[in-house]
């Protein structure tokens, strides 16, 4: 310091200007670290509420992210312009023990009367969809259908070794099956299975043709299959009897869609005699359409865990509003100090809603980690499960919400100290 | 030259039904470059006007100029501006921050002033070896003698280059060795042109300054050159 020279003279003139804020920001950053990590432990339990409310959205998240990741993918496979008519029965009519069903004459009528398709096909499942299938010594449980050639296209079922199901196995009622892999292995049948009999129902067929893997979806195998003719498997189930059947069938242009759907509903009603104020007892449904379905299911339920999970947040926020109000309190002399050497109102409000800031932020961090890591292993342990799938808007999402959390929870404290009387709290013991 | 300039400064609080009068009708100047020293019994008005001298309190009226500048009227914030650019604070207790380092603590209110990391850090390291603590910079409050604490304190409230320098007891927490240390530090900066000012009820500490000023029930009884 020089000497002589006058106070007044020799003050350091630079006045508080625009860097002032930006300055006391980094410092109250560093300072809300150093008093995050003074105070090690009750940090880590104030923060902990944010910590499983963020690990539990990433969690929730990924694992119904990847689901859905999957899903989408899957009914890529389908084909967007294939079209499923099934029956359909309301609760009401369930309740009064009326089945609604589709027929071979409704199958004949599209086939016939709607135009624009590029290739129909009836499926038939047997009694409730699966059935005992035998081969030797072995039983196993598979979903059999019966169907024609045209389902190779509808379905996108392809075969690996053999052939596919023909119009003429069809037409002469042939006994052949056509399996997948999963049928092959459960019955241990060899490698190449094509020649073998195997005992549906008490009739032997003979298996043609072993169809290519198409994997799970909902960790349901989709080649624990048996493909029959479809007159094969209507003889089967007795030719007198008129089970219910679904018809799919594909569509030569998109664009044609509402107008095949009308046309198909205009005529099932008409057969079904139906009355203008009934329901529909079918349902046309495209394969968009499904997942669509499947879709929406899934964003709600992302929405609801969603609602339920950011009440642990809001919880996890008062926590910090809580400890933050103690910390006020507690350092109400370090806020005289601070005032009495020149702080302003909006220094206090900047440290105290930073430290609030920075631990929620802290615990949003730890949570991501963790919500990423549970994600990952849940989806790891379940079998054929899909792989967790966190998209970015969750980690935005998460962030965000610690982030406002950490503002709105921080704030009232930070109001508080802020507000404190310099000369009151110098006093403060 | 006068760095203070009271004038019919009153403040008066209620108490219930009664008035309080802590400072009354006060008239006061202090000249850049003295070293007055408030003395007077508890109750008898000092720390209400070393906080209004301060400016951490407003006097319910009259006119209060410091360093040119009328601080009467000034909003919350200005005054901040005011202790920050002015005013270097001493405490009894020396009031440092418990999880700041030394330099931190000085470096603390050149925050409020825009001042880069760097210039902060120069300024505070300037000032810790102006009062002998050049080596104790990275030690924190309770790591400490009370001696250096003070030090600290006082090299806190130069760091900003203030008009006055305000010390309410500043001996009151030390034992009397350390007590002459802190005042022989107060004469050499009174000797390198500071003005200071101290309050405290100690005759002892009273005997350091040019000035005394004794204060009873809220006005001045006595304002003497000392003899040294």
């Known amino acids: 310091m020089s000497a002589n020279a ?201 298996i043609i ?33 008129e089970p219910d059947i679904q018809v799919q069938l594909t569509m030569r242009d998109l664009g044609d869609l509402e107008n095949i759907r009308a046309t198909i509903t205009r005529l099932l009603r008409a057969a079904h005699n139906l009355g203008k104020k009934d329901e529909d007892d079918f349902r046309v449904q495209t394969a968009a359409q499904l997942q669509d379905t499947f879709q929406s299911i899934l964003n709600t339920v992302t929405v609801v ?52 800031l920075v631990l929620c932020l802290l615990g949003g961090l730890v949570g991501l980690g963790i919500g990423y890591g549970i994600g990952a292993l849940a989806a790891a342990l379940i079998p054929n499960f899909p792989a967790a799938h966190t998209p970015w808007w969750a980690v935005a999402l998460a962030l965000g919400f610690s982030v406002v959390v950490g503002v709105v929870f921080g704030l009232l404290p930070a109001v508080k100290a802020a507000n404190l009387d310099p000369i009151t709290s110098l006093r403060y013991e | 030259m006068p760095v203070i300039e009271l004038s019919q400064i009153s403040k008066h609080y209620e108490m219930g039904q009664q008035l309080i009068k802590a400072v009354d009708n006060l008239d006061l100047t202090i000249d850049y470059n003295e070293y007055v020293v408030f003395i007077g019994s508890s109750g008898s008005g000092k720390s209400t006007l070393m906080n209004i001298i301060g400016c951490l309190d407003t006097p319910t009226s009259g006119r209060y100029v410091l360093a040119e500048r009328d601080v009467s009227g000034m909003s919350e914030n200005e005054l901040a501006d005011i202790r920050n650019q002015e005013i270097g604070f001493i ?74 320098l305000l010390a309410d007891e500043p001996t009151g927490n030390l034992d009397s060795q350390t007590s002459i240390e802190i005042l022989a530090l107060f004469d050499e900066l009174h000797a390198d042109g500071q003005t200071i000012i101290v309050v405290t009820h100690e005759p002892d500490v009273a005997q350091h300054g040019e000035r005394v000023v004794r204060l009873k029930d809220g006005r001045v009884v006595e304002d003497r050159p000392n003899e040294r």
Not at chain 1, 319 to 337: A, C, D, H, K, Q
């Open chain 1, 305 to 356: 865990m969603a609602g339920i999970v950011s009440i642990s947040l809001l919880v996890g926020g008062i926590g910090i509003m809580n400890i933050m109000l103690v910390s006020v309190t507690e350092r109400t002399r370090e806020i005289g100090i601070c005032k009495a050497i020149g702080a302003k109102r909006h220094h206090i409000l900047l440290q105290f809603l930073l430290e609030a």
């Open chain 2, 91 to 164: 405490f009894q207790s020396f009031n440092l921050l418990p999880r700041a380092s030394a330099l931190r603590n000085v470096m603390q209110p050149l925050i409020y002033r825009g001042l880069s990391l760097g210039e902060r850090r120069d300024e505070a390291e300037r000032v810790l070896a102006r009062v002998g603590l050049a080596d104790r910079g990275d030690h924190l409050p309770n790591q400490l003698s009370g001696g250096q604490r003070q030090r600290v304190a006082i090299a806190r409230a130069l760091v900003t280059n203030p008009s006055i």
């Open chain 1, 6 to 206: 006058p106070a007044h003279e020799r003050r350091v003139r630079k006045q508080p200007n625009r860097v002032t804020l930006w300055f006391a920001a980094a410092e109250g950053a560093r300072a809300a670290v150093v008093s995050i990590r003074a105070h090690g432990f009750r940090s880590f339990l104030t923060a902990l509420g944010i910590v499983i409310g963020v690990a539990s959205v990433i969690a929730m998240v990924s694992i119904i992210q990847g689901l859905s990741f999957t899903i989408g993918e899957q009914f890529q496979g389908l084909g967007s312009n294939s079209v499923t008519v099934q029956s359909y029965t309301s609760l009401e009519h369930a309740l009064q023990g009326r089945r609604s069903r589709l027929t071979q004459d409704d199958f004949d009528l599209i086939r016939f009367r709607v135009d624009g398709l590029e290739s129909i096909t009836p499926i038939m499942y047997i009694a409730n969809g699966q059935s005992a299938v035998r081969y030797g010594s072995q039983t196993t449980v598979s979903q059999v259908l019966g169907t024609t050639y045209a389902f190779q296209n509808v379905g996108q079922y392809f075969a690996a070794q053999g052939r596919f199901l023909s119009d003429s196995d069809n037409d002469t009622r042939r006994r052949v099956a056509v399996i997948g892999e999963k049928v092959r292995d459960e019955l241990s049948l060899p490698r190449d299975p094509l020649g073998e009999f195997i005992l549906i129902n008490g009739e032997w067929l003979k």
């Open chain 1, 209 to 241: 043709g072993l169809l290519e893997p198409k994997g799970e979806i909902f960790g349901q195998s989709q080649d624990n299959r048996v493909m029959i003719p479809y007159s094969t498997m209507a003889s089967l189930e007795g030719n007198q009897s």
